[in-house]
């Protein structure tokens, strides 16, 4: 029986087609890590939180994409610490049928000669108005797979560069054909978020059944995140050659011609209709490195709600109502009373220090300056310049004027990042008498949470210009910090002196990744801001303290967040019209 619908119930029909039929999404977003929450542990840091923080917003907007990656069953890493204050690495133990649901569907890649079965899991993002966003999670521990192919996707980042190359050919490959499997037959924008996936661009190849690589470009856009040589993934051939099957080890040589290997940002490079780099500078870095002038820049954001803190959303729904669908509207904060914001701070710092009494056992002051610093420990990142001049640092921050809280996991084979983390420990140890230094074991989600609502500073020192973005000085800024920080990716864009936050060092003109410069400029300009802005006017001039505050809420979390930067891919990559929408 047809019956007849009522234009209402037409629209709804149609909204209801559209939003559960994967015909009607026509974006596909690839990333080797994906951070949803802290019970589905598949990311390690700032690119994994960034893909979901983007797919969150896609979701709160109705953007029509589907996200796609690996499912970790041992995930990044538990850390702990031995007797000698050195990094010890533990796997994350957790149980995805709580948190994902495992769907039929099943597809076939070839490795090394063996035919492996990939499955997928499925969880679904519920935006703001109701709209569901699909994540998938690709896995390959199931029966009939041999043992050693099951555990593929046990770890993130983990094993040697030939699981490293299994693991991206399945993201790239095994990713689009269970898109495919799942009825996703009109996507026209993959997006590559970094270079893991792109080995998709080897399966569009083969879809499309002939050699024509303008075709595959009119279909990916790609997004580099690294600004150093050295991070980018790549493999040579003789690896490949064992790895590949022969049909697509004959289409990835005629793809990368003349040449010894696959460089995975290469790959990105050559078949991508759009390019960018996340930050206004890490655009110019990455022209002057890939010798190009095509790579624009989307700078990075953070998801509102998901990183404000309780008290402050409370705030912002009272004082700026509709901020959470337009975190635009936070330029409104320099309406909110003084005091109602330092009363949601003072809350979010006494929950930070509690659970600091909590898992360290120290009782920090919640009426001394407290300064955060938590980040992937890598030596470029400079997590010891404090460290820089023992006895100024000393003079400056002595007698409990200052009080620090670090956290940072240190990839398990970067010896030079665990020897930072070992630094700081013993340090905390050393001034434990005349300067609080905290540092939290096992950084992840949850702590960061803690972190960017409840101190008093961010802190954030990388040798420049290394630093593609970055984003955990955004999500303090959603929660009124003040950022003090090398200028550097996002923070050139953010920053303005005495207004949101302070500068460390001279201002930026090297465009090199590897550019040199004097470093000990940056840390004696740390100390001096330290002593003679940031400590007198959090002690001696309140007034002032709390209207930077609701500076830095009005000029860069209504900035720096990611409906804005999904309306930016939207636009400039996607080609989707957010008028209607």
């Given at each position: 029986?047809?019956?007849?619908?009522?234009?209402?119930?037409?629209?709804?029909?149609?909204?209801?087609?559209?939003?559960n039929?994967?015909?009607?999404?026509?974006?596909?977003?690839?990333?080797?890590?994906?951070?949803?929450?802290?019970?589905?542990?598949?990311?390690?840091?700032?690119l994994?939180?960034?893909?979901?923080?983007?797919?969150?917003?896609?979701?709160?907007?109705?953007?029509?994409?589907?996200?796609?990656?690996?499912?970790?069953?041992?995930?990044?890493?538990?850390?702990?610490?031995n007797?000698?204050?050195?990094?010890q690495?533990?796997?994350?133990?957790?149980?995805?049928?709580?948190?994902?649901?495992?769907?039929?569907?099943?597809?076939?890649i070839?490795?090394?000669?063996?035919?492996?079965?990939?499955?997928?899991?499925?969880?679904?993002?519920?935006?703001?108005?109701?709209?569901?966003?699909?994540?998938?999670?690709l896995?390959?521990?199931?029966?009939?797979?041999?043992?050693?192919?099951?555990?593929?996707?046990?770890?993130?980042?983990?094993?040697?560069?030939?699981?490293?190359?299994?693991?991206?050919?399945?993201?790239?490959?095994?990713?689009?054909?269970?898109?495919?499997?799942?009825?996703?037959?009109?996507?026209?924008?993959?997006?590559?978020?970094?270079?893991?996936?792109?080995?998709?661009?080897?399966?569009?190849?083969?879809?499309?059944?002939?050699?024509d690589?303008?075709?595959?470009?009119?279909?990916?856009?790609?997004?580099?995140?690294?600004p150093?040589?050295?991070g980018h993934?790549?493999?040579?051939?003789?690896?490949?050659?064992?790895?590949?099957?022969?049909?697509?080890?004959?289409?990835?040589?005629?793809?990368?011609?003349?040449?010894?290997?696959?460089?995975?940002t290469?790959?990105?490079?050559?078949?991508?209709?759009?390019?960018?780099?996340?930050?206004?500078?890490?655009?110019?870095?990455?022209?002057?490195?890939?010798?190009?002038?095509?790579?624009?820049?989307?700078t990075?954001?953070?998801?509102?709600?998901?990183?404000?803190?309780?008290?402050?959303?409370?705030?912002?729904?009272?004082?700026?109502?509709?901020?959470?669908?337009?975190?635009?509207r936070?330029?409104?904060?320099?309406?909110?009373?003084?005091?109602?914001?330092?009363?949601?701070?003072?809350?979010?710092?006494?929950?930070?220090?509690?659970?600091?009494?909590?898992?360290?056992?120290?009782?920090?002051?919640?009426?001394?300056?407290?300064?955060?610093?938590?980040?992937?420990?890598?030596?470029?990142?400079?997590?010891?310049l404090?460290?820089?001049?023992?006895?100024?640092?000393?003079?400056?921050?002595?007698?409990?004027?200052?009080?620090?809280?670090?956290?940072?996991?240190?990839?398990?084979?970067?010896?030079?990042?665990?020897?930072l983390?070992?630094?700081?420990?013993?340090?905390?140890?050393?001034?434990?008498?005349?300067?609080?230094?905290?540092?939290?074991?096992?950084?992840?989600m949850?702590?960061?949470?803690?972190?960017?609502?409840?101190?008093?500073?961010?802190?954030?020192?990388?040798?420049?210009?290394?630093?593609?973005?970055?984003?955990?000085?955004?999500?303090?800024?959603?929660?009124?910090?003040?950022?003090?920080?090398?200028?550097?990716?996002?923070?050139?864009?953010?920053?303005?002196?005495?207004?949101?936050?302070?500068?460390?060092?001279?201002?930026?003109?090297?465009?090199?990744?590897?550019?040199?410069?004097?470093?000990?400029?940056?840390?004696?300009?740390?100390?001096?801001?330290?002593?003679?802005?940031?400590?007198?006017?959090?002690y001696?001039?309140?007034?002032?303290?709390?209207?930077?505050?609701?500076?830095?809420?009005?000029?860069?979390?209504?900035?720096?967040?990611?409906?804005?930067?999904?309306?930016?891919?939207?636009?400039?990559?996607?080609?989707?019209?957010?008028?209607?929408?």
């Amino acid at each position: 029986m047809i019956q007849r619908l009522h234009r209402s119930d037409l629209g709804n029909s149609l909204r209801t087609l559209m939003e559960n039929d994967p015909a009607f999404r026509p974006v596909a977003y690839f990333s080797m890590e994906v951070g949803l929450k802290e019970s589905i542990p598949t990311y390690s840091g700032g690119l994994g939180v960034l893909a979901g923080d983007i797919l969150k917003s896609a979701a709160d907007l109705g953007v029509p994409m589907a996200g796609v990656t690996l499912l970790y069953r041992k995930g990044y890493f538990v850390q702990e610490f031995n007797n000698d204050d050195w990094q010890q690495q533990k796997p994350v133990v957790w149980d995805p049928t709580k948190e994902l649901t495992l769907l039929p569907n099943r597809i076939k890649i070839t490795i090394e000669g063996r035919e492996i079965q990939v499955g997928v899991w499925v969880y679904e993002i519920i935006g703001s108005t109701g709209y569901p966003l699909p994540v998938y999670f690709l896995d390959t521990d199931f029966e009939p797979n041999d043992p050693a192919d099951r555990q593929l996707c046990w770890y993130l980042y983990g094993g040697d560069n030939r699981y490293r190359l299994c693991q991206e050919f399945i993201l790239g490959v095994g990713g689009l054909r269970m898109l495919r499997a799942l009825g996703y037959m009109n996507i026209d924008t993959f997006h590559l978020n970094e270079g893991h996936a792109g080995f998709l661009t080897l399966e569009l190849m083969r879809e499309q059944g002939y050699y024509d690589p303008e075709r595959i470009r009119e279909q990916v856009v790609f997004t580099t995140h690294t600004p150093v040589p050295a991070g980018h993934d790549y493999f040579e051939f003789g690896l490949i050659d064992k790895v590949f099957p022969p049909d697509a080890l004959d289409t990835i040589r005629r793809m990368m011609p003349n040449m010894p290997g696959v460089s995975m940002t290469e790959l990105g490079l050559r078949y991508s209709r759009y390019i960018n780099g996340v930050a206004k500078k890490h655009a110019e870095v990455s022209n002057d490195m890939f010798k190009m002038e095509t790579v624009d820049w989307i700078t990075n954001g953070v998801h509102p709600t998901t990183w404000v803190s309780s008290g402050m959303r409370k705030l912002y729904n009272k004082h700026i109502p509709g901020w959470e669908q337009d975190p635009g509207r936070l330029v409104q904060a320099l309406t909110i009373p003084k005091s109602e914001i330092w009363a949601a701070h003072q809350a979010s710092k006494l929950r930070l220090l509690a659970r600091i009494v909590e898992t360290n056992g120290v009782q920090l002051d919640p009426d001394v300056l407290t300064l955060g610093f938590a980040r992937r420990a890598a030596t470029y990142k400079r997590a010891d310049l404090l460290f820089a001049d023992i006895e100024r640092f000393k003079k400056v921050a002595g007698g409990k004027k200052v009080q620090f809280v670090f956290a940072g996991k240190a990839h398990p084979h970067d010896d030079g990042g665990k020897t930072l983390l070992q630094k700081i420990r013993r340090k905390a140890k050393e001034f434990e008498n005349e300067i609080p230094i905290v540092f939290i074991d096992n950084y992840n989600m949850e702590i960061a949470s803690l972190l960017t609502q409840g101190v008093d500073v961010w802190l954030n020192t990388p040798m420049r210009p290394r630093e593609a973005s970055g984003t955990s000085g955004m999500k303090c800024a959603m929660n009124g910090i003040m950022n003090f920080s090398i200028l550097d990716g996002w923070w050139i864009e953010g920053w303005i002196e005495d207004v949101t936050g302070w500068s460390i060092g001279p201002e930026p003109t090297e465009t090199k990744a590897d550019a040199h410069y004097d470093e000990s400029l940056d840390a004696v300009d740390l100390y001096d801001k330290l002593e003679n802005k940031i400590i007198p006017t959090y002690y001696k001039n309140h007034d002032k303290w709390v209207d930077m505050m609701r500076h830095t809420i009005a000029l860069d979390a209504s900035f720096f967040n990611t409906h804005r930067v999904v309306k930016e891919y939207a636009a400039k990559a996607y080609s989707i019209d957010f008028r209607g929408m």
